[in-house]
């Protein structure tokens, strides 16, 4: 499974952007789609995931209210609606996938599938 992600930029405080990832390959492996984030000089956080249709999404604390959590139709591409954005933000936002449900699911260890990163920058 290929994963792309897109999306990032620069935007002032108070500004919105939305991500996308998509998935490619075998698609059908991505049960869970996650995003996690991580600053410089800090380690790689979780954000938001969501599993297949039906289920709720799940967010980290610090962007509940705020961040949305979404997958298409086809259930390949993941995009994640950010709001009300605040320089703490400021990240290299990844995506991320894996099969089956782990409890662990706020883990970075636990994914099997990873995209390349973008970069997002709020300014204050």
């Known amino acids: 499974v290929q994963l792309q992600a897109s999306g990032g930029g620069l935007v002032q405080a108070g500004g919105s952007l939305r991500l996308s990832c998509t998935a490619s390959g075998r698609a059908s492996s991505t049960y869970i789609m996650v995003w996690f984030r991580q600053a410089p000089g800090k380690e790689r956080e979780f954000v938001a995931g969501?599993?297949?249709?039906?289920?709720?999404?799940y967010y980290a604390d610090s962007v509940k209210g705020r961040f949305s959590v979404s997958r298409d139709s086809t259930e390949t591409t993941v995009y994640l609606q950010m709001n009300s954005l605040k320089p703490e933000d400021t990240a290299v936002y990844f995506c991320?996938?894996?099969?089956?449900?782990?409890?662990?699911?706020?883990?970075?260890?636990?994914?099997?599938?990873w995209g390349q990163g973008t970069l997002v920058t709020v300014s204050s």
């Open positions: 969501i599993r297949s249709a039906g289920f709720n999404p």
């Open positions: 991320a996938a894996r099969v089956r449900w782990t409890v662990m699911y706020y883990a970075p260890a636990q994914y099997d599938y």
